[in-house]
Antibody, heavy 120, light 110 residues
């Protein structure tokens, strides 16, 4: 059974860079049939797609976040990462990592989520 | 990109059927068959219910079904059960090679 687990600081200072890692257990991260992405949810609000990456290096981002986001996939460590620069209080959210199907687009496996708070 | 439009809340009695709408544009919902639906219980990660408009992943109850007409997709829950009380989100692929979620719908079982 595939499992995903987010890790990283729960508190980030405003203007700094948020960095999170998602580790994949119980399966391969090398298949080109899947993408590895990030979704966030501000407290009490809805979901926002951040972006995803593929094993081969291709990445796709939310246009509204594109200038601040970097997603990378490391197959040797079975991990993928998120970097979000120049954070503000509006970036405070629960951040989820998830696996998506290249063909279907559906996000079928999710991490449990990690709360990141941006402090001033 | 703007979020897809969903009703804030929908309610129904046990055993009834309810439908949640998800309205987008000709650049997302109307342009592609890549519409998904997710269920989220409080404090939990979302769960994929439907992909490609009307396909269910293995293990998802056939009480959940999806459809699309023009720029609007819909999720129908038949035989409503207490465990269906949750937040529901639609999502769609877009012409910007990205994905967009709806604002979410809270389903209440009366």
């Amino acid at each position: 059974q595939l499992q995903l687990q987010e890790s990283g600081p729960g508190l980030v200072k405003a203007s700094e860079t948020l960095s999170l890692t998602c580790t994949v257990f119980g399966g391969s991260i090398s298949s080109s049939s899947y993408n590895w992405g990030w979704i966030r949810q501000p407290p009490g609000k809805g979901l926002e797609w951040i972006g995803h990456g593929y094993n081969g290096g291709s990445t796709y981002y939310n246009p509204s976040l594109k200038s601040r986001v970097t997603i990378s996939v490391d197959t040797s460590k079975k991990q993928f990462s998120l970097k979000l620069s120049s954070v503000t209080a509006a970036d405070t959210a629960v951040y989820y990592c998830a696996r998506g199907g290249r063909a279907s687009g559906g996000l079928d496996y999710w991490g449990q989520g990690t709360l990141v708070t941006v402090s001033s | 990109q703007s979020a897809l439009t969903q009703p804030a809340s929908v309610s129904g009695s046990p055993g009834q059927s309810i439908t949640i709408s998800c309205t987008g544009t000709s650049s997302d919902v109307g342009a592609y068959n890549y519409v998904c639906w997710y269920q989220q219980h409080p404090g939990k990660a979302p769960k994929l219910l439907i992909f490609e408009i009307n396909y269910r992943p293995s293990g998802v109850s056939n009480r959940f079904s999806g459809s699309k007409s023009g720029n609007t997709a819909s999720l129908t829950i038949s035989g409503l059960q207490a465990e269906d009380e949750a937040d529901y989100y639609c999502s769609s692929y877009t012409s910007s090679n990205s994905w967009v979620f709806g604002g979410g719908t809270k389903v209440t079982v009366l």
